[in-house]
């Protein structure tokens, strides 16, 4: 399954901005910043994370509802096992 274009550079900038997050993390920790402040900034690059993912699902997804072949059909299945996995 190939994904739209549009979806795939926004995903990529996502996760470029989570890079840069983990980055700054790495460096409040090594600094001695206040845990409260770090574990801020790792729920927030999890949360991140996991609107990455659920956009190419959701991408993934709406090409399988659209596609009535049997490959549709198993697109569909690892789609949903790929979702469970994120929830």
């Known amino acids: 399954m190939e994904l739209n274009e549009d979806v795939l550079t926004d995903v990529v900038k996502r996760l470029r901005r989570v890079q840069g997050q983990v ?3 790495v460096q409040m920790i090594e600094s ?3 845990c409260k402040d770090v574990i801020t900034q790792l729920a927030a690059v999890s949360r991140a ?3 990455a993912g659920f956009k190419l699902i959701a991408s993934g997804l709406e090409q399988c509802v659209s596609d009535d072949s049997e ?3 198993a ?4 789609l949903e096992k790929l979702f469970l ?3």
Do not use: E, F, H
């Open 23 to 25: 980055g700054g993390i």
């Open 85 to 87: 996995a994120l929830a």
């Open 32 to 34: 001695g910043r206040d």
């Open 49 to 51: 994370l996991d609107r």
């Open 75 to 78: 697109d569909r299945a690892q």
């Open 71 to 73: 490959k549709g059909a």
